[in-house]
């Protein structure tokens, strides 16, 4: 599964760890869009996330903590994943979805705002998510 650390992404993780210019949010929202997503977008720039759907749809909250994050080792890197998520269409279809995202925004909405936009990466291979459907997802991501 690949993944792309995104501008918006690094910048406040650098800011968090090294000016205090941003702070650590309490939790993420783990959302899911059929989109292409590039390093320079940001949360207002993804497109085809299943709002409105009446499909059930909502990104998943992780808390920041072990319970929902474990960084650990793996050789020559490290790595951190995500706690196993479901998403499940519940009243009406998701439709097709190829991309997860990670962002600070948590569960406030389609439109994006100022949030920061860490990372997406791919559904492999894309899920078409019908009524009674349910994607069951764990995030990684590792730096080299």
Known sequence: MSFLFHDSGESAALQILFSGEQSVATTFGLGLA???????????????????????????????GATDFTVSPTAPSWQAAMSAVTFTASGANMGTVNR?????????????????????????????????????????????
């Open 34 to 64: 059929s989109d292409t997503l590039t390093e320079a977008d940001r949360v207002s720039d993804i497109l085809g996330e299943p709002y409105g759907t009446e499909s059930g749809y909502s990104r998943q909250l992780l808390a920041v």
């Open 100 to 144: 997860w995202f990670l962002t600070d925004e948590g569960l406030s909405g389609e439109l994006g705002g100022s949030a920061n936009l860490y990372a997406s990466g791919d559904v492999s291979p894309a899920r078409t998510i019908n009524d009674g459907d349910s994607l069951a997802l764990t995030a990684y991501l590792q730096l080299k």
